[in-house]
């Protein structure tokens, strides 16, 4: 998965992150993948408030022929707690990419716990956590694990060729394209997890709210 460089594409800055408004399909160089919307992870601790990470969400352009239904809906309607709109994008059959920018320095296991934690009590309360997703999952995991240090500006890009596939690499400083430089370092070829992972980002229950109504309003904008 590559990128455009800044001087083709323009960016989107976001908490002090370059988002490039286009991004490069790996599967054909002619095909492109939009900047949807943007949110960030964080959280209280201690009456302050701690900024973890930023994200950007990319996907191809055709993604607004599977939300036709939703045209001319608004984005407090999508965003609703009982809306269908974001399990559909998560099945949505089309190339989807995630770029998380850490802003708080973490340890990989630290940033991946959580992940695995919401990734396995979504499959087992829909009874689809098996030996198959366990090992997936802890595939997932021990790549984590094996990066010490995430620092400031590294960048964890998460891909989906296919809602049933998820790629992951990691890139350690401030390079905009991260995920073209060399191969995957981790595949997901579990369909369960690898939907648990988008669910987890995506989902109407996402790590980041305000990337949910950002994606919302990416979506809207396509139709």
């Not at 960030?40 to 022929?65: N, P």
């Not at 974001?86 to 340890?107: H, N, T």
């Not at 369909?191 to 229950?205: D, H, I, K, S």
Request: proline share 4%; aromatic share 10%.
């Amino acid at each position: 998965m590559g990128s455009e460089s800044e001087s083709e594409s323009e960016c989107v800055v976001f908490e002090g992150a370059s988002f490039p408004t286009t991004m490069s399909s790996t599967s054909s160089s002619s095909r492109k993948l939009l900047l949807l919307g943007n949110g960030i992870y964080d959280t209280e601790i201690h009456y302050l408030q701690i900024k973890f990470y930023g994200i950007g969400v990319y996907a191809e352009a055709d993604l607004g022929q599977h939300f036709k239904e939703w045209k001319g809906k608004s984005e407090g309607e999508l965003t609703a707690e009982d809306s269908a709109f974001f399990p559909s994008f998560c099945k949505a059959p089309v190339e989807k990419l995630a770029r998380l920018v850490i802003i708080k320095e973490v340890k990989g296991s630290q940033f991946v716990t959580p992940l695995q934690s919401s990734v396995r009590d979504r499959l087992a309360y829909a009874d689809l956590y098996e030996e198959e997703e366990e090992e997936a999952l802890d595939s997932l995991v021990e790549f984590f694990q094996k990066k010490a240090w995430l620092t400031q500006g590294s960048s964890i890009f998460l891909y989906w060729p296919t809602p049933s596939r998820l790629q992951v690499s990691v890139v350690v400083g401030n390079e905009v394209d991260g995920a073209g430089a060399g191969s995957w370092k981790v595949e997901v070829g579990n369909e369960n997890v690898a939907r648990g992972v988008q669910e987890w980002l995506f989902g109407p229950t996402s790590v980041s709210p305000s990337l949910l109504k950002s994606l919302a309003s990416g979506v809207l904008r396509l139709l």
